[in-house]
């Protein structure tokens, strides 16, 4: 191992939550104060085993489907979005739903129902059986195609190819999904393009951070759960970037002291659906190994911020109302 003085830390910036995963967590907090426990969650809120084991111990229940959930209880929808259908069977079990679907997601979603309504082809570039994806193409799976991967190209048949347009899961890595549009285009040349970049900020900056610490580093740890896209994506782009090696770790104790064998630069990042005290447990590791110089690498600011999903907006203004009313009359 090299020597304290040549041993470095590049932490990059920004990382971990993104205002979608934010929104979300804090859905779940919300609703279980104003309703009290428990409240049902339709899959994980995120891709995080820590935000969901932290969730569970203050009261909510995670489920597969909307069927485990008891009649005329409140259900939370995951930030990852679902198909019209589950709002459906929600509707027929007299749940009160809230939706913490990102508002990027919904977005895509809103394209996809736009241009179905439009008898167009659409081509989603994702990952099957992603949360998202199945969320997606249950907005217009009659018109909807999926492409997982550049090689997923040469077998998409459409009906007409001067009436076909490109969507994308929000979590990818951007040079991959430019890859499979590249190889889409190929065979459909009048492909047309999304208004906007499917892929969401916080995707791309992670992205972007990772690769300036990962042509540094001899290693990069990226704090983030198996199921997570994006922080998966995390760890292929710090490869591609240059960096020697790198890992994916939920939490501290599964980092290993054999990576540090030789190693004098760790790059350390988070994917958008972990909190920054796992990071601090990845530091605190690093740090008594001989590695506590900690430099922040900056790529860009984050200041987005999205409000509470509307069902929980209007049952908390309702309270603070009866609270005002109630204070008035004494």
């Known amino acids: 191992m090299t020597s304290d ?6 932490l990059a910036a920004p990382r971990g939550y993104c205002a ?13 104060e104003q309703y009290g426990a428990p409240v049902y969650v339709r899959k994980q809120i995120v891709h995080n085993k820590y935000v969901v084991q932290t969730l569970e111990k203050k009261g909510a229940i995670f489920v597969d ?10 259900v ?12 459906e069977e929600a509707a027929q079990r007299s749940l009160a739903s809230i939706d913490a679907t990102c508002p990027l997601v919904t977005k895509v979603h809103k394209e996809a129902r736009r241009f179905a309504d439009s008898d ?3 081509l989603l570039i994702g990952h099957e059986g992603h949360e998202e994806v199945i969320g997606t193409m249950g907005e217009a799976p009659e018109r909807m195609h999926l492409v997982d991967g550049p090689a997923d190209a040469a077998h998409v048949h459409v009906r007409d190819e001067s009436k076909v347009v490109w969507l994308s899961q929000t979590t990818l890595s951007v040079d991959e999904t430019m890859e499979t549009v590249d190889a889409l285009k190929e065979r459909f040349p009048q492909l047309l393009s999304p208004p906007s970049d499917d892929i969401c900020y ?27 896209s994006n922080s998966i994506r995390l760890v292929e782009v710090a ?22 064998d030789g190693v004098g630069t760790v790059g350390v990042t988070s994917g958008a659906s972990v909190p920054e005290i796992l990071v601090d447990g990845v530091l605190e590791w690093l740090a008594a190994r001989g590695f506590a110089d900690v430099q922040v690498v900056t790529s860009a600011q ?14 908390l203004r309702a309270e603070a109302a009866e609270k005002a009313a109630h204070a008035a009359s004494e």
């Open 76 to 87: 939370i929808f995951s930030a990852h979005g679902v198909a019209p259908v589950v709002h």
């Open 5 to 10: 003085s040549s041993r470095r830390v590049l």
């Open 20 to 32: 979608g995963v934010d929104r979300a967590v804090i859905t779940v907090e919300k609703a279980l």
């Open 120 to 122: 167009y082809d659409i």
């Open 239 to 260: 490869l591609q970037a240059g960096a020697g090696a790198s890992y994916l770790v939920d939490f501290a104790e599964e980092c290993e002291d054999a990576w540090l």
């Open 65 to 74: 489907e909307t069927e485990e959930v008891p009649e005329n209880a409140i």
């Open 302 to 315: 984050e200041s987005i911020q999205f409000s509470l999903p509307k069902e929980l907006r209007r049952d």
């Open 202 to 228: 916080a995707t791309q900056n992670r992205q972007v951070a990772v690769k300036q610490i990962a042509a540094e580093a001899d290693l990069v740890i990226v704090v983030g759960s198996r199921n997570s």
